[in-house]
């Protein structure tokens, strides 16, 4: 059983950053990030692969950067230029392999004030 202990989060002015993390107990193909905004779905913010590989939501191409390392099995979200919409629970997302079992994080408030 994988568990995950996230940390960061809080609340910050528009145009600010934050930095999320999240630090996995066994081993894992890929880590990420997934937020959900109160009266929307949970919807994924980027992910980051066992090789390297990344990927991203539109809506935070270009101001979050998703990164992990593999000795401490840890990923890092740095989320700059944060805006309004960016609020969220913010939940550390993990799967063991490319279509193995997933775990869920505890979720962290992040919170934009305008």
């Known amino acids: 059983q994988v568990q995950l202990v996230e940390s960061g989060g809080g609340l910050v002015q528009a145009g600010g950053s934050l930095r999320l993390s999240c630090a996995a107990s066994g081993s894992i193909f890929s880590m990420g990030w997934y937020r959900q905004a109160p009266g929307k779905q949970r919807e994924l913010v980027a992910v980051?692969?066992?090789?390297?590989?990344?990927n991203y939501a539109d809506s935070v191409k270009g101001r979050f950067t998703i990164s992990r390392d593999n000795a401490k099995n840890t990923v890092y979200l740095q989320m700059n230029s944060l805006k309004p919409e960016d609020t969220a629970v913010y939940y550390c997302?993990?799967?063991?392999?490319?279509?193995?079992?997933?775990?869920w994080g505890q979720g962290t408030q992040v919170t934009v004030s305008s």
């Open positions: 997302h993990a799967r063991s392999s490319p279509y193995g079992k997933q775990y």
């Open positions: 980051i692969f066992s090789g390297g590989s990344t």
